[in-house]
Structures are given as structure tokens and as C-alpha cells.
């Protein structure tokens, strides 16, 4: 019989449901918009409906379990949400076990950013890979890192909040509240922000002209038009996001770096000059690690989530041959 887990990424915007395959295939999958501001109740109600909606019809007995990705602070030891500022009431609440009470299946709870670096370690572009860290860039930066073949979670499993190392000392604010993070100047947020600003002082730019927002896809629509304050923003991006994972190989010494996320869609055009700040500013012995794009895309976190159960699976059948 065919095992299968479910995987649950849950979001500010979306709430996101998925059967997943032990190849990490996606056999059917459900969405909706997150009732973000109307309490747990509300939103775990979501997602018990979404998961029966995939079950219906399905082999139950096949079902090993259900991975649930989440955007942190996470207490994923006590499988608590400490402070989850996208979503309303999710305040020292016990995530972990108020699912447990909806759920027949073991419920295990991980970090948004750590659960996308599961998937693409289990299934995408670092699969077979000891080393890697992945970084999500899109309205914040947050990833994970998989070192000497285990998922680095730390203290409280609340490990590689890396959007929150300082890049910039007194730099700009933070929505964390400290000032100069990574997140404050490489998300994709922080790049549409430079954009606005840099458009008004511009007259030669396309950007922005006759009362046109702009959005990062309109900068890069630009750039490939040639305009020149276009391509300058988004050489400055790739610069200060090669700073920023320039850091990360330092710390982590991954083989590949995994890049996920909004701004990814834009991969091709940042790459080189990700790679470029790497080879010039890494120390010598890590210039030859790669960037990559995600494999998995925006499925990164849902497959990661459902690779939660199938790795508990694993590890506790691991268990009892141990036992004897």
C-alpha cells in the first residue's frame, strides 16, 4: 500500500493542504485565503476542512501522518506559537496540540523556513546533499540549514531566523524591531521599497511614471527593457543578497545554497551577481559554493511539511530494529 502524509503550509495570505507521496509528489492538493484576523478557532477550523475535503474517498489506513509548516516565532519542542505577528491570537498558543485534537494522525510542527528546507533536501534541489541552507526572499527572508545530514533547529527548534543577522549597523528598521537586518535590506519588500523611493528621484526611469505603482516584477520588466535605474536596483539586490549568503557559507559551509521564495521567479537575473559578491568577498576555501534556485518552487514548505511525518516514520522504524 502506497503511504502517504499529509502536508499543511500555513500562511498569513493562504492556508495550503496537500497529499503527498514518499517520492514527494503532490497527489492532490486544496487552498484557501487564511481567515488571518479571526482567531485559531477559525483558522485551524480551515485546515481541518481542507484536509477532510482530500481525504474524502481516499484509504485512510495509508494516511502516516500530517506535517504542518508555520511562520515562526515557534516554540516547535513545546509546539507552541509564541508570537505570530501575520496571524491574529496566535500568541503563546499550543499550535501543536489543539491540531492533535482534530487529528487522528501524529501532528509534528515545524518552522516555515525549516520545513522548506526539509522539502528541497528530501525532494528538490538538495536532495542527496549532506550540507545546504536554504533562504527564502519574499516579503521577509527566513530559512534553514541541513548540516552533516541533520536539520539544524537549535534551541526551542527556533534555529536560522537568518533574516535577522545584522547586515548594517543603526541600518534601516526591522519589523523584528532591531535595525540593519538582512530582512531589511535584501527581502523583497525592502527592494519594491528602494524601487519607490529611487523612481521619484529618477526622471529618466519608466518606473513609477504617470501615477504607476511599482512592484519588484515591474523592475525586472524594466531591466530587460534597459532601463538603467532598473538594472542598478536589481545589481544592488543581488549584491546585498550575495552578502547576506556569503555569511551564511561561512557559518554553515553548505555545498549548494538553496534560494526560494517571490524574488527567485527572478533567479536567472540575480544569480550572477549573487555569485559574483561570492567569489570576490567569500573567504578562499568557500568561493566555490553555488546559489541554486529552488526545485520545488513555492511547494518547497507544503512538501517539507509533509516530509515531516514521513521522516518520523523513518526514525522511529530505525528505533525499534535498533531494539532489537
Known amino acids: 500500500m502506497q503511504q502517504i502524509a499529509i502536508g499543511i503550509d500555513l500562511g498569513g495570505t493562504q492556508v495550503r493542504a496537500a497529499l503527498v507521496d514518499e517520492g514527494g509528489t503532490i497527489l492532490s492538493r486544496a487552498e484557501e485565503r487564511t481567515e488571518a484576523l479571526a482567531g485559531p478557532e477559525r483558522v485551524l477550523g480551515q485546515i481541518r476542512g481542507l484536509v477532510d475535503g482530500l481525504l474524502s474517498g481516499k484509504e485512510l489506513r495509508s494516511v502516516v501522518g500530517i506535517g504542518v509548516s508555520a511562520p515562526g516565532p515557534i516554540d516547535t519542542v513545546a509546539g507552541v506559537a509564541t508570537n505570530t505577528p501575520t496571524l491574529a491570537g496566535f500568541v503563546n498558543y499550543p499550535l501543536r496540540a489543539e491540531l492533535q485534537k482534530r487529528f487522528r494522525y501524529p501532528v509534528r510542527l515545524e518552522n516555515d523556513g525549516i520545513a522548506a528546507a526539509i522539502g528541497e533536501w528530501q525532494f528538490g534541489a538538495g536532495k542527496g546533499l549532506e550540507n545546504l541552507v536554504y533562504v527564502t526572499v519574499s516579503t521577509g527572508i527566513g530559512g534553514g540549514a541541513v548540516v552533516d545530514n541533520r536539520v539544524v533547529r537549535g534551541r526551542k527548534g527556533m534555529a536560522a531566523h537568518i533574516g535577522h543577522m545584522s547586515v548594517m549597523p543603526n541600518g534601516a ?152
Not at 556569503?246 to 524574488?263: A, D, K, Q, R, Y
Open 173 to 324: 528598521p526591522c519589523p523584528c524591531g532591531n535595525r540593519g537586518c538582512f530582512e531589511a535590506y535584501g527581502s523583497g519588500t525592502a527592494f519594491t521599497a528602494r524601487a519607490r523611493e529611487r523612481a521619484l528621484q529618477c526622471a529618466e526611469t519608466t518606473l513609477g511614471k504617470n501615477g504607476a505603482d511599482v512592484h519588484s516584477r515591474d523592475v525586472f520588466t524594466a531591466g530587460r527593457l534597459g532601463d538603467t535605474l532598473a538594472n542598478d536596483l536589481i545589481d544592488e539586490e543581488a549584491e546585498i543578497l550575495g552578502r547576506g549568503f556569503t555569511s551564511l557559507i561561512h557559518i554553515f559551509s553548505p555545498e549548494i545554497v538553496v534560494m526560494g521564495g517571490g524574488l527567485s521567479h527572478e533567479f536567472e537575473r540575480l544569480q550572477q551577481g549573487i555569485q559574483t559578491y561570492i567569489s570576490h568577498w567569500a573567504m578562499p576555501a568557500f568561493r566555490d559554493v553555488q546559489v541554486v534556485r529552488a526545485a520545488l518552487g513555492q511547494n518547497s514548505g507544503l512538501i517539507g511539511a509533509a516530509a515531516l511525518a514521513f521522516l518520523s516514520v523513518r526514525s522511529t522504524r530505525a528505533r525499534t530494529v535498533a531494539a532489537g
